[in-house]
């Protein structure tokens, strides 16, 4: 990767987080009270020169995707064609984005960045537009009041009832603040925000500017790694003849600063949809729509699962909701995680490391549950045992053990993730012998083989 493109790139991306703010600012204090039409204009034109800043004239591929997707929607209906057509063009425009990537051998900042964002935000929409028609369909042949409107079965909270506009598409895409990397915001609740007139600038900026702080601070931490323990390091003779406990340390300190750049990002830019007024929950009034992260959860969780539910939130919530729960029908829940993974990792993009880091992630989180359940037959069938964890001492050193666990296993799953180039992420784990593909395939093994057992046993009876 060229340093100097990087740190281009790294200061695009840092001014056009400021300038949500100003864009916010502006939203508040003299657009709020205007009609609908003239806000999804005004967000269009200042998401579309946001895009232009960062990527000059690949900023037309947002364009002809959302343009696309209207089309489909508007000439299939609201139909599982329609759905199939938005999930494969969205997925192929991406791929397509990420082969030239790959031919190129660029790992800097492309069009494909806010490309994810807006895949996935448009198969969530055609999703949530099927859905409302299905939900709507059911309604009017079931509960009808007197005077026949028809009243929705579902109460769910994203479901589309009409068939967007043009403009709105393209206003929900190119909203300032979520457009280059998300959160990801459903389109009924963007609708629900943009038709609304009310301002809550002045009693949630001191929340945003918290974010932006905090968000800045996570920022100045991963400059500091880049500075004193760059990727280069894991290729110098210095760390190669190293012993493996100090490797492991240094890798996993070294992916805790890289993890820093990506909560950076995602505060800054919560920060800013804050300030917009869009996280607002209106049921609740709590500022959690546009919520990525949740900082204290990753940064006290003793669990490995624990640090994925903390962790670039919406993406895996709409895994969850459009993916995972959508292959009901294989009745595998081992399968559906499976598939979700894979297609996390597709999104991702072509590179080896994003399959390695997810397939990891599977076997951690299935080698985790399985732990959990045995300590938990043991505390039953044990009272002695049961009442040694129960102790407040033992508890604590539990928590700092699982806890060292979590941050030394996050960093070597991640470490083909941070590092891409298929070649150098494989010297580094060549240099700490495997040790965690070994561990985890020992543990497969013996799992498979003793599930395998207690199934011909259950059998035999």
Same mark, same amino acid.
């Given at each position: 990767?060229?340093?100097?493109?990087?740190?281009?790139?790294?200061?695009?991306?840092?001014?056009?987080?400021?300038?949500?703010?100003?864009?916010?600012?502006?939203?508040?204090?003299?657009?709020?009270?205007?009609?609908?039409?003239?806000?999804?204009?005004?967000?269009?034109?200042?998401?579309?020169?946001?895009?232009?800043?960062?990527?000059?004239?690949?900023?037309?591929?947002?364009?002809?995707?959302?343009?696309?997707?209207?089309?489909?929607?508007?000439?299939?209906?609201?139909?599982?064609?329609?759905?199939?057509?938005?999930?494969?063009?969205?997925?192929?425009?991406?791929?397509?984005?990420?082969?030239?990537?790959?031919?190129?051998?660029?790992?800097?900042?492309?069009?494909?960045?806010?490309?994810?964002?807006?895949?996935?935000?448009?198969?969530? &929409? #055609? +999703?949530?537009? *099927?859905?409302?028609? %299905?939900?709507? @369909?059911? $309604?009017?042949?079931?509960?009808?009041?007197?005077?026949?409107?028809?009243?929705?079965?579902?109460?769910?909270?994203?479901?589309?009832?009409?068939?967007?506009?043009?403009?709105?598409?393209?206003?929900?895409?190119?909203?300032?603040?979520?457009?280059?990397?998300?959160?990801? &915001? #459903? +389109?009924?609740? *963007?609708?629900?925000? %943009?038709?609304? @007139?009310? $301002?809550?600038?002045?009693?949630?900026?001191?929340?945003?500017?918290?974010?932006?702080?905090?968000?800045?601070?996570?920022?100045?931490?991963?400059?500091?790694?880049?500075?004193?323990?760059?990727?280069?390091?894991?290729?110098?003779?210095?760390?190669?003849?190293?012993?493996? &406990?100090?490797?492991?340390?240094?890798?996993?300190?070294?992916?805790?600063?890289?993890?820093?750049?990506?909560?950076?990002?995602?505060?800054?830019?919560?920060?800013?949809?804050?300030?917009?007024?869009?996280?607002?929950?209106?049921?609740?009034?709590?500022?959690?729509?546009?919520?990525?992260?949740?900082?204290?959860?990753?940064?006290?969780?003793?669990?490995?699962?624990?640090?994925?539910?903390?962790?670039?939130?919406?993406?895996?919530?709409?895994?969850?909701?459009?993916?995972?729960?959508?292959?009901?029908?294989?009745?595998?829940?081992?399968?559906?995680?499976?598939?979700?993974?894979?297609?996390?990792?597709?999104?991702?993009?072509?590179?080896?490391?994003?399959?390695?880091?997810?397939?990891?992630?599977?076997?951690?989180?299935?080698?985790?549950?399985?732990?959990?359940?045995?300590?938990?037959?043991?505390?039953?069938?044990?009272?002695?045992?049961?009442?040694?964890?129960?102790?407040?001492?033992?508890?604590?050193?539990?928590?700092?053990?699982?806890?060292?666990?979590?941050?030394?296993?996050?960093?070597?799953?991640?470490?083909?993730?941070?590092?891409?180039?298929?070649?150098?992420?494989?010297?580094?784990?060549?240099?700490?012998?495997?040790?965690?593909?070994?561990?985890?395939?020992?543990?497969?093994?013996?799992?498979?083989?003793?599930?395998?057992?207690?199934?011909?046993?259950?059998?035999?009876?």
């Amino acid at each position: 990767m060229d340093p100097e493109k990087f740190q281009s790139d790294s200061r695009k991306l840092l001014i056009t987080g400021f300038i949500c703010y100003l864009l916010a600012l502006i939203y508040n204090l003299f657009l709020v009270k205007k009609s609908t039409t003239i806000k999804q204009i005004c967000l269009i034109v200042a998401g579309l020169l946001i895009c232009i800043y960062n990527f000059s004239l690949h900023s037309i591929h947002s364009l002809v995707v959302g343009c696309s997707v209207w089309i489909s929607i508007k000439f299939l209906g609201p139909s599982k064609l329609m759905v199939a057509n938005n999930f494969v063009l969205s997925m192929t425009y991406l791929f397509y984005g990420y082969y030239q990537k790959y031919i190129s051998k660029s790992k800097g900042f492309t069009w494909t960045m806010p490309q994810c964002v807006l895949t996935l935000s448009m198969i969530a &929409l #055609s +999703f949530d537009v *099927y859905d409302g028609h %299905i939900s709507r @369909k059911k $309604s009017s042949t079931t509960l009808k009041t007197n005077d026949n409107s028809v009243i929705p079965m579902s109460q769910d909270e994203t479901m589309i009832y009409h068939t967007p506009s043009l403009i709105e598409i393209l206003s929900k895409i190119y909203f300032p603040p979520t457009f280059m990397i998300g959160p990801l &915001l #459903s +389109f009924k609740h *963007y609708l629900q925000y %943009i038709e609304s @007139k009310q $301002s809550f600038l002045a009693i949630f900026w001191k929340q945003s500017i918290l974010r932006l702080s905090i968000g800045l601070i996570y920022l100045l931490f991963f400059k500091i790694g880049q500075t004193y323990l760059p990727e280069e390091y894991f290729f110098t003779e210095n760390f190669k003849s190293s012993n493996l &406990l100090f490797k492991l340390s240094i890798i996993a300190v070294a992916n805790k600063l890289i993890l820093c750049k990506y909560i950076s990002a995602w505060l800054i830019s919560e920060g800013a949809c804050i300030l917009f007024g869009v996280s607002r929950n209106p049921k609740t009034n709590a500022l959690d729509r546009c919520c990525n992260v949740s900082l204290l959860h990753y940064e006290t969780t003793a669990t490995f699962r624990g640090v994925i539910e903390s962790f670039n939130i919406t993406t895996n919530r709409f895994v969850a909701k459009y993916i995972y729960k959508r292959l009901k029908w294989l009745k595998s829940k081992t399968l559906s995680q499976t598939i979700s993974l894979f297609f996390l990792a597709i999104w991702h993009g072509l590179y080896l490391g994003y399959y390695n880091t997810f397939a990891l992630e599977l076997i951690v989180t299935r080698m985790e549950s399985d732990i959990a359940n045995q300590v938990i037959k043991l505390r039953i069938k044990n009272g002695r045992f049961n009442q040694f964890l129960n102790q407040t001492s033992a508890r604590w050193i539990i928590y700092v053990l699982m806890r060292l666990h979590v941050i030394y296993t996050l960093s070597y799953c991640f470490l083909s993730f941070a590092i891409l180039d298929y070649d150098r992420w494989t010297s580094v784990l060549a240099d700490i012998y495997y040790c965690g593909h070994f561990v985890y395939s020992v543990w497969f093994i013996m799992s498979t083989a003793n599930y395998l057992l207690r199934s011909q046993s259950k059998n035999a009876k």
